[in-house]
């Protein structure tokens, strides 16, 4: 996000906490959640370029609210522009939207005012001051509910400016009442230089929010209530909170007036007030009629549908996604636009809430040659050989010594090293290897004398001693197929010789055997049974839960009065014994 978001994003979402009336177990998200998410956030500048696995993405002025942005991204060189909530004029501080230098492929944009067209700027402007100028004048109250954030820092910029040019209306006080927008406005303050030129040059003189005219209103209990006066507050629905209090203080009263100045979302009071009913409801339930003054005049910092089409018209995206409005806008939008780019391919798309979208490019896969291999440029229907190197979604193509300059690779070799038992004639190997391998090559190694195979200019095969011997190869696909193959030979020779033991040694080898089963049946009853001991004459004591086996190794008897635990015991030991003991290859 950018740095003036990141600077209000934590005012926002810990005001929300402050005010929510859901239970603690129902929040999505509590302070200490807010702070450890602070850690997260990557600022980014206008037109910043930001690369990661290959996606890029840099923002554009969006001119909604201070620091908001649209984003470009570009995947593989489809490039697709999120404009988010954005405005194509520029008001009292905010610069427009900027138009990016060229056309995306794919245009998703805010519908929020679908075909409405919005009055000059002047003329809302002069409606405003005029509400005002003339509740005022008639010892009425003005009420403007606006959200805290952008569109209340707006109105306090034109009312400032109006109470300097009016000397009658400097007794007559201005509040605004949002400690939300108190804290917002050293935000404002601190990022002078991201807004447009007039407030640039404002600031060269003075700091333009530091109001001459306007003070702060913390509570309805700090009000004072008495003549005329004009007193912003937030929420801009009129849902709660300081607005609605004084919305049910002064709705009877008809020299007072209420003064809508954005957006009103459906299913709230600010909605409902739109259409004159005779009588509200309050918030203590009771009902009062409603007598004030409700006008509504746009400051909203959504694009209109003039600046939505003249946008879309000079970027001319070949899809258009449309989001963020009513169904109803949203498909009217839909519609006019499709007249306003008839005779083109223009796909438009309005997806409803968590609606995948899906959209197919064919595009061609380039590979960029460069180093030693651009030296020279290759004849028609030669073949450039190298190392295809792929990051994120480009392709080059470069000579192994070049990987170190231009990736973050680098070459290296593996020298590999296995070694096999082997009691046979060395000369056998050879003959073996002379019958499959056309170059196969006796020499005597320098450094230890022992004799070697040079195998296909490849392996090296060496003696190492009367039972072993030795593969050394470079690793590569081809020298690894090669020295596959010589193993795979060489273990063949070795069953194919006789295999001559000692009987004393074999016998040695079978009471070695007996003694490691043993071990074994001995670990694997004291896992099922837990309490095994060497008993008299050689049999196992097994103790479970007070009842006593024992068990003859050499028979597999079991004698206990217990008869439950005699057969497991004696099901175990069966069990256990051809598991370690199986058949021998002699008795097949």
Request: glycine fraction near 6%.
């Amino acid at each position: 996000m950018t740095h003036a978001t990141k600077a209000i994003y934590k005012l926002i979402l810990t005001d929300y906490v402050k005010v929510s009336k859901v239970s603690v177990e129902d929040m999505l998200f509590d302070e200490q959640d807010i702070n450890r998410s602070m850690d997260k956030i990557e600022v980014i500048d206008f037109h910043q370029t930001v690369e990661l696995n290959g996606i890029k993405f840099w923002c554009y002025t969006a001119g909604h609210v201070l620091g908001a942005a649209m984003f470009m991204v570009d995947i593989a060189g489809v490039r697709v522009l999120y404009t988010g909530d954005y405005s194509r004029e520029e008001d009292r501080h905010l610069r427009a939207a900027e138009l990016p230098q060229f056309s995306p492929d794919i245009c998703v944009i805010e519908s929020t005012y679908g075909v409405q067209l919005h009055q000059p700027r002047h003329i809302r402007e002069k409606r405003f001051t005029d509400v005002i100028h003339s509740t005022i004048s008639q010892g009425g109250r003005v009420l403007i509910p606006a959200f805290a954030l952008g569109r209340a820092q707006e109105l306090l910029l034109i009312l400032d400016e109006y109470w300097s040019n009016h000397p009658e209306f400097h007794n007559i006080p201005i509040y605004y009442a949002s400690p939300l927008a108190k804290k917002c406005m050293a935000v404002y303050q601190t990022y002078i230089l991201s807004m447009n030129e007039r407030i640039r040059n404002q600031f060269a003189n003075s700091n333009p929010f530091k109001f001459k005219h306007i003070s702060p209103l913390n509570s309805i209990e700090d009000f004072s209530d008495v003549g005329p006066s004009v007193v912003m507050a937030s929420p801009g629905g009129l849902q709660s909170g300081l607005s609605r209090q004084l919305f049910d203080m002064w709705c009877s009263d008809k020299k007072n007036a209420c003064l809508l100045p954005g957006y009103v979302v459906e299913g709230t009071l600010a909605k409902t007030i739109i259409n004159e009913p005779k009588e509200v409801t309050l918030m203590n339930g009771l009902t009062a009629p409603l007598n004030m003054q409700i006008h509504y005049i746009s400051f909203s910092a959504h694009a209109d549908y003039a600046q939505t089409s003249t946008f879309l018209k000079e970027l001319m995206p070949p899809n258009i996604i449309l989001v963020h409005g009513e169904a109803n806008e949203m498909g009217r939008l839909k519609q006019k636009l499709i007249t306003e780019f008839t005779g083109g391919n223009t796909k438009i798309i309005t997806p409803k809430n968590c609606q995948s979208v899906e959209m197919y490019f064919n595009s061609e896969k380039m590979a960029k040659a460069i180093g030693r291999l651009a030296e020279k440029t290759p004849d028609v229907g030669e073949t450039v050989s190298g190392v295809l190197v792929k990051k994120g979604f480009t392709y080059q193509i470069m000579a192994p010594d070049d990987l170190h300059v231009f990736s973050q690779l680098s070459t290296a070799n593996i020298t590999q090293r296995i070694t096999i038992p082997f009691t046979g004639a060395f000369g056998v190997i050879k003959h073996r290897l002379e019958q499959i391998y056309e170059s196969v090559e006796s020499s005597t190694d320098e450094e230890s004398g022992v004799p070697t195979l040079r195998v296909h200019d490849r392996v090296t095969v060496k003696q190492d001693s009367d039972k072993h011997i030795s593969l050394h190869w470079t690793s590569d696909p081809i020298s690894d197929m090669v020295s596959d193959s010589i193993v795979a030979l060489v273990l063949n020779i070795s069953r194919e010789i006789p295999k001559v033991v000692v009987e004393s040694e074999a016998v040695k080898t079978e009471e070695e055997n007996g003694k490691k089963a043993e071990k074994v049946i001995h670990a694997l009853l004291v896992s099922l049974f837990g309490d095994v001991k060497l008993g008299e004459n050689g049999k196992l004591m097994i103790s479970v839960d007070g009842n006593v086996a024992h068990l003859d190794k050499q028979t597999g008897d079991v004698e206990s009065e217990n008869e439950g635990l005699k057969e497991r015991i004696k099901t175990a030991f069966r069990r256990i014994q051809s598991a370690v003991k199986p058949i021998p290859l002699s008795a097949s």
